[in-house]
């Protein structure tokens, strides 16, 4: 297997508020190799957007504490200067975001923003050449009319099109790692399926590493190659797409799964869901953090145990769950498929 | 863009219109005096009612009467009585001293209250915000009418920096012209370097939060780069508006109590003068001018808010 192109040990990222100190990344450790989709799974306030956020340093602060390491090619990023930090974004990491309506500057024409971005980084290149460039780009992503449509406006495209044109932006200047950051959740659903194709051509063609952040499973399924799943800051669970899927050892990945919604199944009466909210993380519970919202706690939950590979015949398959392989493996099957059983 | 601006200014015919429609009635149709005696002055003659009374025929029907006033106000024979002058050469005496004090003044709150609200942002919460707020809400607090006099007091008799007011013609002396109008702007510029600070600091604050920020950020420009190209620009756009409604009301001629202090003949002096007299042609005569060029700047601040934001154009871009 080849070098990882991006290591990140032990990160944790805490924002101190006058509430307290909010821990919200707590200890996430993965490598990304080039071609490689590592998928970030988790709930509104999970800490995935803020792990992502702070590869390429977006979320340094007066009052955010980072802490761990990450490596790109080597270089350790949490130390490096704003300027130095400044020239790999866009350049050597790029970034998509959520919501296409917004992440554009509405002022500006579309073609425009890409053509800053391509001269922040190469102050040489005219603003012609930029903008050829932004038109082979659209084309690339699927953009009709790339010539004219370059001096649109944002809010002359569609949705689609806009997230379309945010990828184009993403790849400008030929990142190594591209972050998604829940790319498909503002769009419909067939859109979505456009996007997430996009996304996967790209990272085929390119060898683009891609870390995808996202709530939705069926995301997942499509296009990573590792998953990640974190709950209040810290993973609970890592592995392989087939591992997460098919073999999945704690009970939030269970609800997780569970709560899918499946057309090659019976429609259920009900909407499976994980009863409960996310813990606030100025309050988490003593031990694991999903204790309260989970059926199968034990006296054992009130001490939270570490991210250890816990199957014997799969070193990089790690969870954070007490309960012993087989106890999992009877105790995720409702109704002979996985999900996490109501809480009595 | 052209359909725009033609839409624009069809619209401010149609507000002047309403403007004018209101002064007649207001000042012809309201009052229960005899009108000829409001437009006469306090210590007419029975005879001088009289004339004015079939000079503005006022037996006529109400249209009639509205059209003989505005011919009146296009012709320039609407004329104050006592003395025989015409308003028009009055409000035209004015306006350079009035321009002068408005443009001036416009400038500099411009410049310092955008310089002061930026720094402001951009520091957020350090001292430097703390102390700029203070000056700014010290400026927003402190009333013309004890500022202008303080000012007189320890600049102009106290220390002999400035002259006492006037208005110097920039024709007659460039040189004088500044050093007469200095105080004056200042003096009027300050409870809107205060204002404007404000303003631009809370916007500038709302858009850092925005979306388009981040992206901004994420593509790898300098914090510079963020803060003007995209924060800054996007918070200007309401700043626009505010300008648009200030300035045209200071052309208009409300800066009356900077104008008293100072004893710059302009405009603004002249309605006080006016209203202080009871003489009803120069207030009419004043409040039509005042509407002209509240609505005319309001229009070019219209046309320059749609160049600055797209979407205000959206009509224009969906019907193409």
Not at chain 1, 111 to 134: C, L, N
Not at chain 2, 177 to 204: C, D, E, K
Request: include cysteine.
């Amino acid at each position: 297997m080849s070098q990882p192109l991006l290591s990140v040990e032990e990160l944790r990222v805490g924002f101190a508020t006058e509430a307290g100190v909010v821990q919200a990344v707590d200890g996430v450790s993965f490598d990304l190799r080039p071609g490689e989709v590592v998928a970030i799974v988790g709930e509104s306030g999970s800490g995935k957007s803020v792990t992502a956020q702070t590869l390429i340093g977006l979320t340094r602060a007066n009052n955010a504490r980072i802490e761990g390491s990450v490596k790109l090619d080597g270089k350790e990023l949490t130390s490096a200067g704003d300027a130095e930090m400044r020239s790999l974004r866009g350049e050597k990491v790029a970034m998509v975001f959520q919501d296409p309506m917004t992440s554009f500057n509405p002022v500006y024409r579309i073609g425009a923003q890409i053509v800053e971005a391509i001269r922040a980084h190469r102050p040489d290149t005219s603003k012609a050449d930029a903008k050829a460039r932004v038109i082979g780009l659209f084309e690339s992503v699927g953009i009709p009319n790339a010539e004219q449509r370059v001096d649109d406006y944002p809010h002359e495209f569609s949705g689609g099109m806009r997230q379309r044109a945010m990828i184009a932006m993403a790849l400008a200047l030929e990142p190594e790692v591209l972050i998604a950051d829940e790319p498909t959740t503002a769009l419909d659903v067939t859109i979505q399926a456009q996007i997430l194709d996009l996304l996967e051509q790209l990272n085929r063609e390119r060898n683009l590493a891609t870390i995808l952040i996202t709530h939705d499973l069926g995301v997942v399924a499509e296009v990573a190659d590792r998953v990640l799943v974190m709950y209040a800051g810290k993973v609970v669970e890592q592995g392989t797409l087939d591992e997460i899927f098919y073999d999945p050892q704690h009970p939030y990945t269970w609800g997780l799964l569970g709560s899918l919604t499946r057309i090659d199944r019976p429609r259920p009466q009900r909407l499976p869901q994980i009863a409960g909210q996310p813990p606030s993380l100025l309050d988490l519970p003593q031990g694991c953090p999903f204790r309260p919202r989970c059926p199968h706690e034990f006296s054992k939950c009130s001490e939270y145990p570490g991210l250890e590979a816990r199957l014997a015949e799969k070193p990089d398959h790690c969870d954070r769950c007490w309960l012993g392989p087989d106890e999992k493996r009877a105790k995720r099957l409702v109704e002979g498929q996985i999900g996490l059983e109501a809480p009595r | 863009m052209t359909r725009f601006i033609a839409r624009r200014l069809v619209g401010m015919i149609a507000v002047l219109f309403a403007v004018s429609v209101i002064v007649f009635v207001v000042f012809m149709v309201v009052p229960k005096q005899n009108p000829a005696q409001s437009l006469a002055g306090k210590n007419a003659t029975p005879l001088l009612v009289k004339n004015i009374e079939a000079e503005w025929g006022f037996d006529d029907s109400l249209p009639q009467q509205y059209l003989t006033m505005m011919k009146k106000v296009f012709t320039g024979e609407l004329i104050q009585y006592e003395p025989r002058i015409p308003v028009n050469d009055k409000i035209v005496e004015g306006i350079p001293a009035t321009f002068s004090l408005a443009i001036g003044a416009a400038v500099i709150w411009l410049f310092f209250g955008l310089l002061l609200g930026y720094l402001s942002a951009i520091r957020a919460g350090g001292w430097l915000d703390r102390f700029l707020t203070g000056v700014s809400i010290a400026g927003i607090s402190i009333p013309v009418f004890l500022l202008a006099p303080v000012l007189l007091y320890f600049l102009t008799y106290k220390v002999e920096i400035f002259p006492n007011g006037q208005y110097v013609p920039f024709s007659e002396d460039p040189a004088e012209w500044l050093n007469h109008l200095i105080l004056p702007w200042f003096t009027l510029a300050v409870l809107s370097i205060g204002f404007y600070s404000r303003v631009l600091r809370s916007n500038m604050l709302d858009v850092m939060n925005e979306d388009y920020v981040r992206t901004a950020r994420a593509k790898g420009l300098s914090e510079r780069q963020v803060m003007t190209r995209h924060v800054l620009r996007n918070s200007l756009i309401p700043v626009i508006t505010l300008f648009g409604l200030d300035f045209g009301a200071t052309i208009a001629g409300t800066a009356i109590i900077t104008e008293s202090i100072f004893s710059i003949d302009g405009v603004g002096k002249y309605a006080a003068d006016a209203v202080a007299k009871f003489e009803l042609p120069p207030i009419m005569g004043v409040a039509l001018y005042g509407a002209f060029f509240v609505v005319l700047v309001n229009t070019v601040v219209d046309v320059v808010y749609a160049y600055l934001d797209p979407r205000v154009r959206l009509g224009e871009s969906a019907s193409k």
